[in-house]
Nanobody, 131 residues
Framework: QVELAESGGGLAQAGGSLSLSCAAS???????????MGWFRQAPGKEREFVAA????????FYADSVKGRFTISRDTAKNTISLEMNDLKPEDTAVYYC?????????????????????WGQGTQVTVSS
């Protein structure tokens, strides 16, 4: 069992920056090593969509085309956290951002499979970008 807790987010103007963090707890670190973690987002009236993913061990990140070059995902294995640095924000980035963990996350993201397949979710944090 993995518990995810997001922090950060808030309100920014278009062109501005915000950062999100997600702390993982509950399972042993040896289990974490089999996971990938990432971020999804859901805007009002829209489906939840993938944003970015990172492998817990080794290298490897993956981004949605809509955020590539603007968002950066990183991890701190010592603190069991991942972060999402969001730059050059646009009004269309406005959404509730959810932290996710699943060993299949890269496959789900790359093959655009159902987001409901993800095993673990955080509670979500609001990001609002004004024009």
């Amino acid at each position: 069992q993995v518990e995810l807790a997001e922090s950060g987010g808030g309100l920014a103007q278009a062109g501005g920056s915000l950062s999100l963090s997600c702390a993982a707890s509950g399972d042993s670190i040896s289990t974490y090593l089999t996971y990938a973690m990432g971020w999804f987002r859901q805007a009002p009236g829209k489906e939840r969509e993938f944003v970015a993913a990172i492998r817990w061990s080794g290298s490897g990140t993956f981004y949605a085309d809509s955020v590539k070059g603007r968002f950066t995902i990183s991890r701190d294995t010592a603190k069991n956290t991942i972060s999402l640095e969001m730059n050059d924000l646009k009004p269309e980035d406005t959404a509730v951002y959810y932290c996710a963990a699943d060993g299949r996350l890269f496959t789900i993201a790359i093959q655009k499979l159902e987001w409901q397949m993800i095993d673990y979710w955080g509670q979500g944090t609001q990001v609002t970008v004004s024009s």
